[in-house]
Structure formats: structure tokens, C-alpha cells
């Protein structure tokens, strides 16, 4: 009896049914191994008889159990301290079944039995203190948490010598909930405190040293400072090799938080190996419905679901709820946080229905669970915020993030790093809704609390530099938003691997800014600098990779490479097909490039083609009145605009245009997109009065909702000029592109390629102004800016040389006109481009010769 063996070696000797031979070894009574585990265990385990029992069920995850055998001892209690003790325990169940005003109130009961007796600071009150303020701590009441690790340890702090263990555990608590606050220089110093009290009171092999190890790492991969967390973790994981069995539960539990520094850092293949190792422990060591395998589950699903792989992440989320829902109370927030996980893969994967059913599940739970004011309702209204702004519900999703940013304004610090995350949300909403300079508020009070908050090369800091920065790339403020996104980079190369996927975005984002200032060249060093990474960090079908290609392929488009631009558009659609559920909303956006590219290269029926595909994902994935459904219509009426149907494409930029009155604000830049789109059809027409009505409702919008230097505004008196032009009204035409021009140069430097089409059509109207010396003058700038900014075969030169050898034309310099047109031919017949400016062309070049009086060839 009470004989303790080591395990040499399992053997299985009999394939046909479950035998196996076990190699035992029997221990000495002075094995140091031993006796280190049997102390430990004595003192996780405490009591005598019944009551060691009902701790032991609680440690292997039986809380039900535990609570049925402490309500039979509370029935045959017969004396006030076996009840206190009891109520003490029942306590415990009910914070580990997740049933927090329980256990405050059996607590409390407790407490009320011991102070009947004991005076309020006596040394055996601290446990029950310590353990109310666990209970608050868990409940997300951190003041009142504090408050009672505060009572705990004055009580240690008088009557213990100062390098107690005992203090050390007061001092880490208060650590915790600090932690848990946001606060981290104050955590990290209540952790030292008690990191200094262990080193000195216990051997150096001992758990709780671990312990203490353990969460300074917690704290300093809060802070982003991934390198030291690691240093940490490590340190504590090699205590407890040194001091557990190797299947011990808390070895698991190591294994997990290094783990989790891993996908933290992006490296996804250390991540999973870290959260296999805790999970084959747990495996061994815990029964098949223990929460902690279901943590270990959920971990594993969150790797794939950060590595884009979203049915390997639902299953393993799927194997975490099984076992919670085996093994908690209905109403445990653990339950409430696996249905939040699946639906998060939902929302990744644009389910949004799906992913609204799980969400509520969660908010359900939470709300019963958990207090009004508990952070953690918080995080449920904001994810359910966060699925609304996706499906474009745009006021729906600033209801939860609302809500949600109440709760976390009662409820934590004003420094608290999830209150920046809060108005961070808010302003996303808003810049998705153009409104711009609420966005910019809302961000910049987030970027305001992480400065103070956080260390200044936190990635959530980064995140913040980045946010503004899209902001003011959306304004059209390109120098503003490199500024901030160079901040981003900085930040992100200091506190990440050079390997990381944020490391990627960092750039990718750089690359998007050049691309807008029509720097063609830098953006696509910036992209490719973003897909390096990607490649090296993510698996091949990963989403983020998609995204890529997708950008790259959008500067080609740009630059009038049409077929490298196919090239790369159908590597990331190819991603998107193996990755995504054929309803997901960025497979239609795939199918919407390509089809843009066919529209560019003049094949309509086959952009058509693709542009419908895309159209009925949207229909089927999104609500009707989504602003992506509204870009839908649009690209099929700017075809069928460039097929000569205008009354098709009226009908469709009229569908697009209702959509984005119901769906957006009034100030919003696409609806001016809209109203500028169906002022396109008209001028196309020949109605002008139409058109300029149209065009003038598009520019008031864009006067309201962007700067005065904005590109768009520009984009206006362009419209304008065109529109001037061919009503024969050459001065106000002028004027239009004079004001143009005038923006433009706010915007941009000299020698961008947005000057190209200002100087060209001021080159149109000069010629029809019969100035030939001042056409010639500007078609010959837009010439020089496009040989420095778009490859040598790209369409608009065929434009160009046509335009130069029009003028030289009509000057009677038939020699000239004829080299330029003969050059305008060579790329049009030699490169996908729209047949009409081919047709054009020839046109210029039969009326030349006719001039010539060389019918002959004039004819041919």
C-alpha cells in the first residue's frame, strides 16, 4: 500500500486486443523527485478525508461533482467552522463553473461565520479576501478586486516576515489585476516585487518561482516586447521540466504560452508545434472533457485561423465547444468565448448570417454570466459591431461599437489599451463611411491613450500610425499618410520578426499610397517587398497572399499592362478559389478585377461576363442595400456606358446610385461617384445641360465630404472641361482645367502622371481653338510625364502620338503627322487596347494622306 513507481516502459503484446506490459520501477523514500512532487501535491491538495477529495475534483476539471459532495458535507455539517470551510469551498466551485455572483455570495457567507470570531484583519481571513477578489477579478470588476487583494495584503504585509511566500502571492495577485487593467508598469512592478520575494524564499526549482517567471512573460507580451516574453516563458518552463512529471498539467499550460508568443509573432509552424506539445500533455494527463483540452482546441484553431486555413480553424473550435458544453454550466463565459471563436471564422470567411447566429450565442451567455459593466460584453457588442460594418450596415455598426464603448468607459481606466481599441473601431466606421474627419477624431484619441499606455514600439501603436495614415491617403493627403504609415514601419520593424505578416501590410500599405500618386514604379517595389514576406511567412493558399497579387496586379492595370495584370489577378483569384466559400464577398471582388481588365482591353463581352459572376456572389453574400452591391451595378453600367448602351448604363448607375442613398451619408465620396458616373452617360450622349447638372450635384459632395486639394475635386473641373469642350464653350473650358490644374499642384509634384490628362485635354481644347503652337505644346507634356511614368507600349501613348500627329495635321506638317500616327499604330495594332482609339487613329491617318492628296492610300 501507498507504494509510488516510475513508469519505465509501455509495450503493447497482444495486436489483437488492448494488452499492454508496464515496466515499473519502484522509488526510494529519499528520491528527490519525489518528494519535490509529493509536496506540491500536498499542497495543491490540502484538507483531510472528504475535503481533500472535493479538491481533487476540482483540479481535474469535475466541478459538478465537487459542488454535489460539498452540499452533502454542508447538510451533515455540525458546527459554524465546518460550515465556513464548506461555504469557503462551494465558493471555489462556483468561480470555476464560471457562476461569479455565486460564489461572491458563498464567500461572503464564509466570511460572515470567521468575522463573528476573528477580527477583520486576522491572517486566516487573507485566503477567503484573496479569493472574493479572484472572483471580482474574473468578473472584470478590477477596482473591487483590488480592493480585497489590497485587504489580503495588509493582512500579510503585518504579519508575515517580509520574504514570505505568502506576500509574494499577495503582491503577484495585485500584479494580475493590473494586468488585466492595462496598466503594465504597474503590474510588472507588483511582479517584480514578487519574483524578488520567491528567488530569496524558495529553491530554485520550485513552481510558484515559475509561476512568477510566467507572468512577467504574460505582461511583456501584452506590451508587444515578444523577445522578453519569451525570455520569461522559457525561464519558467525550464523550472517546471526541472520540477513536474512530464505530463504535468502546468508543463501543458507552459507550453501554451509559448505558443501563443509564437502566433503572436506571426510564425505559425513554432506556434502549432508549441500548442501540439500542451496538448498531448493534457491528453495524457486530464480526462476527455477537461477544459483546459478545450483551451488547448481553441489555441490550435486560432493558428489556423490567423494562417487563412478557416475549416481547419472551425474544427478544432468545433472540438473546444464539444468539450465545453460537456463540461461547463450553460452560462460559462468559456462557453460564451467558443461560440465568439467560430464566429469570428465566420465573419473571416464572409458568413455574415453565420457569423451574427454565433456572436448572439456568445452576447447571450455573456449577459447572464457576467455583470452589465464586465469588459467582456464589451468585446460581444464590438464583434457583433464589427460583423455590421462588414455587411456595410454602417449606423447598425456604430450602435455596438457604442455600446460596447460604453461598458468599457465604466468599466476601465481612461488609459486602458481596449478603450483606444474601442475608438479605433468607431473610426474605422467612419472611414467607411466618409467621414473623414470624425475618423480622424475617433483614431487619433486611440493613438492619444496607446502613447501614454503602451511602450512606443507596441504594435498596437503601429496599428494606430497605419489607421491615420489610410485616412489621409483616402483624403488624398498622399505626404500625410506616407508620414504615418513610414511611423507604422518603424514601429513594426523594431517590435516584430522581419518575417512577419505585419511587417507585409506595413509595406503593402506604402505601396497602395505610391500606386494613388501614380508612382508606378515604387508602388510596385513596395508590393513586392509585402509579397517577399508573405511567401516566406504564410502557406501557399494563404488569403493575405491573394491580396498580394491583387495589388500588384492592380498596378499593372495602372500602367496599361494588361495582360501582366491578368497574370497576377488570376494567381490571387486561383487563392481566393481554393481558400473561400464560393459566396465569399472577395472572390466577387477577384471576379470584379479581372472583369476590369477585360473592360480596359476593350473584350466587353468577356469583362461582362466576369463582372456578372461577381454581381451574383454579391446578391447571394450581402444585404441588399450593401455599398459593394452599389460598386457592382456601377462597373456594369461603366461597360455598357463604354458599349455605346447608354440607356443600359443608365439604368445600372441609377441602381448604384439608390443603393448608396440608402446605405450612405449624404456626404459621402461615392455617391459623388455616382452622380459623376450618370453625368459621363449624358456627356457621352451629347446632353450636356444633363450631364452638367449631374457632374455639379457630384462636385457640392466632393466639396463637403474631402480637402480643397483633393485629387477628386479635381477630377471634377476635368469633367467640367470635357463636358465645356464639347459644347464649343472653349473659355469656361479652360478655366475648368485651369482649377484642375491648380489642385493638382497642391496634391502632387510636378511631373506626376495625374498632370498627363489635364496637359492632353488642354491640348484638345487648344486645338480647337485652332492654337496649334500651345496644343502642340501640351500634348508634347503629357507625352514627356508618361515616358517617365507608364511602361513603352502602353496604350495611352498610341493616344498621345495620335493627338501630335493630329495637330501636326491640321499645322500642314504632313510628314510629322504621318511618323506620329504611323507610331500611335505601332503600339494600338501591337497591345490590347480599346479598338475605337485604333479606329481613331486610322481615321487621323486616311485624312492626312487625303490632304495629301494621296487618295490611294488615304483609302486603304
Known amino acids: 500500500m501507498h507504494t509510488v513507481f516510475r513508469i519505465g516502459e509501455v509495450r503493447k503484446i497482444d495486436n489483437n486486443r488492448a494488452l499492454y506490459q508496464v515496466d515499473l520501477k519502484l522509488t526510494s523514500d529519499d528520491d528527490p523527485q519525489l518528494r519535490e512532487l509529493t509536496d506540491f501535491i500536498r499542497k495543491e491538495v490540502s484538507g483531510t478525508g472528504w475535503y481533500r477529495m472535493g479538491q481533487l475534483l476540482l483540479q481535474i476539471g469535475q466541478f459538478d461533482k465537487a459542488e454535489e459532495l460539498y452540499m452533502a458535507l454542508l447538510e451533515q455539517a455540525s458546527d459554524d467552522s465546518d460550515r465556513a470551510d464548506i461555504y469557503y469551498q462551494l465558493g471555489w ?11 461572491v455570495a458563498f464567500y461572503e457567507q464564509s466570511l460572515k461565520i470567521y468575522r463573528k470570531t476573528l477580527p477583520e484583519d486576522d491572517l486566516s481571513l487573507a485566503p477567503t479576501y484573496n479569493n472574493i477578489a479572484q472572483v471580482y477579478n474574473d468578473m472584470g470588476d478590477y477596482s473591487k478586486a483590488l480592493e480585497f487583494y489590497e485587504k489580503t495584503l495588509k493582512i500579510d504585509e503585518k504579519t508575515l516576515p517580509s520574504n514570505h511566500p505568502s506576500l509574494a502571492t499577495s503582491y503577484n495577485n495585485i500584479g494580475l489585476v493590473y494586468n488585466n487593467m492595462g496598466d503594465y508598469s504597474k503590474a510588472l512592478e507588483f511582479y517584480e516585487k514578487s519574483l524578488e520575494i520567491r528567488k530569496q524564499a524558495l529553491p530554485s526549482n520550485h513552481p510558484d518561482l515559475a509561476a512568477s517567471y510566467n507572468n512577467t512573460g504574460l505582461v511583456y507580451n501584452n506590451m508587444g516586447d515578444y523577445s522578453k516574453a519569451l525570455e520569461f516563458y522559457e525561464k519558467s518552463h525550464t523550472i517546471l521540466e526541472t520540477a513536474l512529471p512530464s505530463n504535468h498539467p502546468h508543463l501543458a499550460t507552459s507550453y501554451s504560452n509559448i505558443g501563443q ?9 513554432k506556434a502549432p508545434e508549441f500548442y501540439e506539445k500542451s496538448l498531448e500533455i493534457r491528453k495524457q494527463a486530464l480526462p476527455s472533457n477537461h477544459p483546459d483540452l478545450a483551451t488547448s482546441y481553441n489555441n490550435i484553431g486560432q493558428v489556423y485561423n490567423n494562417m487563412g486555413d478557416y475549416s481547419k480553424a472551425l474544427e478544432f473550435y468545433e472540438k473546444s465547444l464539444e468539450i465545453r458544453k460537456k463540461a461547463l454550466p450553460s452560462n460559462h463565459p468559456d462557453l460564451a468565448t467558443s461560440y465568439c471563436k467560430i464566429g469570428l471564422v465566420y465573419n473571416n470567411m464572409g458568413d455574415y448570417s453565420k457569423a451574427l447566429e454565433f456572436y448572439e450565442k456568445n452576447l447571450e451567455i455573456t449577459k447572464k454570466a457576467l455583470p452589465s459593466n464586465h469588459p467582456d460584453l464589451a468585446t460581444s457588442y464590438s464583434n457583433i459591431g464589427g460583423v455590421y460594418k462588414n455587411m456595410g450596415d454602417y449606423s447598425k455598426a456604430l450602435e455596438f461599437y457604442e455600446k460596447s464603448h460604453k461598458i468599457y468607459e465604466k468599466a476601465l481606466p481612461s488609459n486602458h489599451p481596449s478603450l483606444a481599441t474601442s475608438y479605433n473601431n468607431i473610426g474605422g466606421v467612419y472611414n467607411n463611411m466618409g467621414d473623414y474627419s470624425k475618423a480622424l477624431e475617433f483614431y487619433e484619441k486611440s493613438l492619444e491613450i496607446r502613447k501614454k499606455a503602451l511602450p512606443s514600439n507596441h504594435p498596437d501603436l503601429a496599428t494606430s500610425y497605419n489607421n491615420i495614415g489610410l485616412v489621409y491617403n483616402n483624403m488624398g493627403d498622399y505626404s500625410k499618410a506616407v508620414e504615418f504609415y513610414d511611423k507604422d514601419l518603424e514601429i513594426t520593424k523594431k517590435a516584430l520578426p522581419s518575417n512577419h505578416p505585419s511587417l507585409a501590410t506595413s509595406y503593402n500599405n506604402i505601396g497602395q499610397v505610391y500606386n494613388n500618386m501614380g508612382d508606378y514604379s515604387k508602388a510596385l517595389e513596395f508590393y513586392e517587398k509585402s509579397l517577399e514576406i508573405k511567401e516566406k511567412a504564410l502557406p501557399s493558399n494563404h488569403l493575405e497572399l491573394a491580396t498580394s497579387y491583387n495589388n500588384i496586379g492592380g498596378v499593372y492595370s495602372d500602367m496599361g499592362d494588361y495582360l501582366k495584370a491578368l497574370e497576377f489577378y488570376e494567381k490571387s483569384h486561383q487563392i481566393f478559389e481554393k481558400a473561400l466559400p464560393s459566396t465569399h464577398p472577395l472572390l466577387a471582388t477577384s471576379y470584379n478585377n479581372i472583369g476590369q481588365v477585360y473592360n480596359y482591353m476593350g473584350d466587353y463581352s468577356k469583362a461582362l461576363e466576369f463582372y456578372e459572376k461577381s454581381h451574383q456572389i454579391f446578391e447571394k453574400a450581402l444585404p441588399s442595400n450593401h455599398p459593394s452591391l452599389a460598386t457592382s451595378y456601377s462597373n456594369i453600367g461603366q461597360l455598357y456606358n463604354n458599349m455605346g448602351d447608354y440607356s443600359t448604363a443608365l439604368e445600372f448607375y441609377e441602381k448604384s446610385l439608390e443603393i448608396r442613398k440608402k446605405a450612405l451619408p449624404p456626404s459621402h465620396p461615392d455617391l459623388a461617384t455616382s452622380y459623376s458616373n450618370i453625368g459621363q452617360v449624358y456627356n457621352d450622349m451629347g446632353d450636356y445641360s444633363k450631364a452638367l447638372e449631374f457632374y455639379e450635384k457630384s462636385h457640392k459632395i466632393k466639396e463637403k465630404a474631402v480637402p480643397s486639394n483633393h485629387p477628386n475635386l479635381a477630377g471634377s473641373h476635368l469633367s467640367f472641361a470635357v463636358c465645356y469642350e464639347k459644347m464649343g ?48 505644346d501640351y500634348f508634347q507634356k503629357c507625352l514627356a510625364i508618361d515616358k517617365k511614368t507608364l511602361p513603352e507600349n502602353h496604350p495611352d501613348f498610341g493616344i498621345t502620338y495620335s493627338n501630335i500627329g493630329d495637330v501636326h495635321r491640321l499645322m500642314g506638317d504632313y510628314e510629322k503627322a504621318i511618323t506620329f500616327h504611323r507610331k500611335a499604330l505601332n503600339i494600338q495594332e501591337n497591345v490590347q487596347c480599346n479598338p475605337l482609339e485604333c479606329a481613331t487613329t486610322y481615321i487621323n491617318l486616311g485624312e492626312t494622306y487625303r490632304q495629301m492628296k494621296d487618295y490611294t492610300t488615304a483609302l486603304t
Open 93 to 103: 466551485v462556483k468561480n470555476d463553473q464560471g457562476q461569479y455572483e455565486e460564489a
Open 261 to 269: 508568443v509564437y502566433n503572436n509573432m506571426g510564425d505559425y509552424s
Open 729 to 776: 464653350d472653349y473659355t469656361t473650358a479652360l478655366k475648368a482645367l485651369k482649377n484642375a490644374y491648380e489642385i493638382q499642384q497642391k496634391a502632387f509634384e510636378e511631373g506626376n502622371a495625374a498632370f498627363s490628362f489635364t496637359y492632353s485635354r488642354l491640348g484638345r481644347v487648344y486645338r480647337s481653338m485652332k492654337d496649334y503652337s500651345k496644343s502642340l
